[in-house]
């Protein structure tokens, strides 16, 4: 009897793989996450403002010491009457909210869900990966690598908003590429002759589902971080262009302008419309609970921001938000007054976010021009000054020791993606290879648009969103090197040994700088072995 034999395009075999090289990352993400017991840079608003959504509903005020009272076990009377104004939307914070509710009001418990989204979203880039390439090794291999990155593993042990935007952003473009597959497979069999006039197919390719999906997710990235517009408007240019060019294959005259009709009208109510609705949705809190912001901000008569990322600001003006809704009000009314006050909210934020923020200053704040370079990581946690013989430190006499969280992006991973991403350029463009598209736009409407913000305070951990298209363009230059057949050659053999040398590098690199991304005990020499450029200090 002949007994079949698993190979590695399998789908048993891709995704049992995908999801070992997940739980790979999981466990590096879980391991001493509780360490340290403090709060790091912006969780002192994050966490906070989640277990306050989780007990009431919105985000309220607290009170003065509250970090040190949490810290001491302490939850209960720390939270004021008052809503506090928030710059950032609820999604991410909704997810804290989540661990807090599993595992308590602790480091551990406000960690715990950027560990596993962090995770969830290695797994992603596998299948994302292997859609794109029809390869189980290639898609494992941009997951590892996007496993062994610092930015990614850091961020997925803080409570900080970033990974959450990240991996909602990866769901979403993971859709679209899906959908570019779906969308030509449908084509097919609705037009298995060349199309000889008119549009082509156009009621059977009204629904699309992944576009739905993609919406939802988009709507959801946006709920956490409003920068997730860009890749949406990015991305819905592209899923045209590609509809129209399924429509040229397909034998349609004219394709960019009748797709655009056909395709895009139905593509903007999957991705904008749906986007729209869902981020509506995300601010349920909110305009449930509209009155209380509206009073507390009418009495005070004006508008103060509490959160701040890495400083506290408060802004006074003449602008008075409405009128808070009248007793009697109720039904439609008063949900048009909700919405309205939500409106006046993010004009508000907006103005913060645009304005209040440019004349502030911080000292991990970097220029976005080198972010893909590793021009400036940014510390969230440090033990300095430990003296030898003293809480495990073993320095030589007249030095010291220390521990150190540091954002700061795998150095092979980083250097190595800034010159895929050239060669991804020069391939889309020249041997119009749509998924090094993927790698190029998703890293332009990442990263590109807060060229435009570079006078106000912004650090280089937000370029996690751009990570996966960084990853991208790495794995499919390793798999155009090693190319499509599996007889050896020299080409081959070399492709190989490249792209496996490039990996083993990166997994000594991670090694190397794995106490300064979890707060391991480094004498002071050892510490400046890793700290390899000046800017970096």
């Keep these: 009897m002949r007994t079949s034999r698993l190979r590695a395009d399998d789908p048993v075999v891709g995704w049992v793989s995908a999801a070992g090289v997940a739980l790979f990352a999981l466990v590096l993400r879980l391991w001493h996450l509780g360490t340290p017991h403090q709060f790091e840079f912006d969780e002192t608003y994050y966490a906070k403002d989640a277990w306050s959504l989780l007990h009431h509903g919105y985000v309220r005020e607290y009170a003065e010491g509250a970090d040190e009272a949490i810290l001491d076990g302490t939850t209960s009377g720390l939270w004021e009457g008052d809503p506090s104004m928030i710059v950032h939307p609820d999604v991410g914070k909704w997810l804290i909210a989540l661990g807090e509710w599993a595992f308590g009001m602790d480091p551990f418990g406000w960690r715990v869900s950027a560990a596993v989204v962090g995770s969830l979203m290695v797994l992603v880039m596998c299948r994302l990966v292997r859609r794109m390439t029809g390869s189980t090794l290639l898609g494992c291999t941009a997951g590892l690598l996007l496993s062994l990155d610092g930015l990614q593993l850091v961020l997925s042990r803080l409570a900080l908003l970033d990974i959450f935007l990240a991996f909602f952003t990866l769901c979403a473009i993971a859709c679209l590429v899906n959908d570019r597959f779906w969308y030509r497979d449908r084509l097919a069999r609705l037009a298995p002759e060349p199309v000889r006039s008119g549009w082509g197919p156009v009621r059977g390719l009204l629904w699309r589902p992944w576009l739905l999906v993609g919406g939802v997710c988009f709507g959801l990235a946006v709920g956490t971080k409003w920068t997730a517009l860009y890749p949406l408007a990015a991305f819905g240019i592209l899923v045209w262009l590609w509809s129209a060019s399924a429509r040229r294959a397909a034998g349609v005259r004219r394709p960019v302008l009748r797709s655009a009709v056909v395709d895009g009208i139905p593509a903007f109510v999957?991705?904008?419309?749906?986007?729209?609705?869902?981020?509506?949705?995300?601010?349920?809190?909110?305009?449930?609970?509209?009155?209380?912001?509206?009073?507390?901000?009418?009495?005070?008569?004006?508008?103060?921001?509490?959160?701040?990322?890495?400083?506290?600001?408060?802004?006074?003006?003449?602008?008075?938000?409405?009128?808070?809704?009248?007793?009697?009000?109720?039904?439609?009314?008063?949900?048009?007054?909700?919405?309205?006050?939500?409106?006046?909210?993010?004009?508000?934020?907006?103005?913060?976010?645009?304005?209040?923020?440019?004349?502030?200053?911080?000292?991990?704040?970097?220029?976005?021009?080198?972010?893909?370079?590793?021009?400036?990581?940014?510390?969230?946690?440090?033990?300095?000054?430990?003296?030898?013989?003293?809480?495990?430190?073993?320095?030589?006499?007249?030095?010291?020791?220390?521990?150190?969280?540091?954002?700061?992006?795998?150095?092979?991973?980083?250097?190595?993606?800034?010159?895929?991403?050239?060669?991804?350029?020069?391939?889309?463009?020249?041997?119009?290879?749509?998924?090094?598209?993927?790698?190029?736009?998703?890293?332009?409407?990442?990263?590109?648009?807060?060229?435009?913000?570079?006078?106000?305070?912004?650090?280089?951990?937000?370029?996690?969103?751009?990570?996966?298209?960084?990853?991208?363009?790495?794995?499919?230059?390793?798999?155009?090197?090693?190319?499509?057949?599996?007889?050896?050659?020299?080409?081959?053999?070399?492709?190989?040994?490249?792209?496996?040398?490039?990996?083993?590098?990166?997994?000594?690199?991670?090694?190397?700088?794995?106490?300064?991304?979890?707060?391991?005990?480094?004498?002071?020499?050892?510490?400046?072995?890793?700290?390899?450029?000046?800017?970096?200090?």
């Excluded at 909210?345 to 304005?355: E, I, N």
């Excluded at 991973?413 to 350029?425: K, P, R």
């Excluded at 020249?430 to 570079?454: C, K």
């Excluded at 280089?460 to 969103?465: E, I, L, P």
Aim: net charge negative; glycine share 8%.
């Design 270 to 537: 999957h991705l904008v419309v749906v986007g729209l609705v869902v981020y509506l949705l995300t601010w349920t809190g909110w305009l449930v609970h509209a009155d209380e912001y509206e009073e507390h901000l009418s009495a005070t008569q004006y508008t103060r921001y509490d959160h701040m990322e890495g400083d506290t600001a408060v802004s006074e003006g003449d602008d008075q938000w409405p009128t808070a809704t009248e007793p009697d009000a109720s039904g439609p009314a008063e949900v048009v007054q909700s919405l309205r006050s939500l409106w006046h909210y993010h004009r508000d934020v907006y103005a913060f976010h645009t304005h209040f923020l440019n004349d502030s200053d911080h000292t991990y704040a970097s220029k976005p021009s080198g972010w893909l370079l590793l021009n400036r990581p940014v510390g969230v946690a440090a033990d300095t000054g430990i003296q030898p013989g003293t809480r495990g430190c073993d320095a030589p006499a007249g030095s010291d020791c220390l521990r150190q969280v540091l954002l700061l992006g795998t150095p092979t991973i980083w250097w190595g993606g800034a010159l895929a991403l050239l060669y991804a350029v020069a391939i889309w463009l020249g041997a119009r290879d749509w998924r090094f598209g993927v790698a190029v736009i998703g890293t332009a409407s990442t990263w590109l648009p807060w060229l435009l913000y570079d006078d106000r305070p912004i650090f280089s951990f937000y370029a996690v969103v751009t990570l996966p298209f960084v990853v991208l363009a790495i794995v499919l230059a390793m798999g155009r090197a090693i190319g499509p057949s599996r007889t050896p050659t020299p080409r081959r053999t070399a492709g190989v040994v490249a792209a496996g040398s490039f990996v083993v590098l990166t997994i000594i690199n991670f090694a190397w700088f794995w106490p300064i991304w979890t707060y391991g005990l480094l004498t002071h020499a050892e510490w400046l072995d890793r700290i390899w450029l000046e800017r970096w200090i």
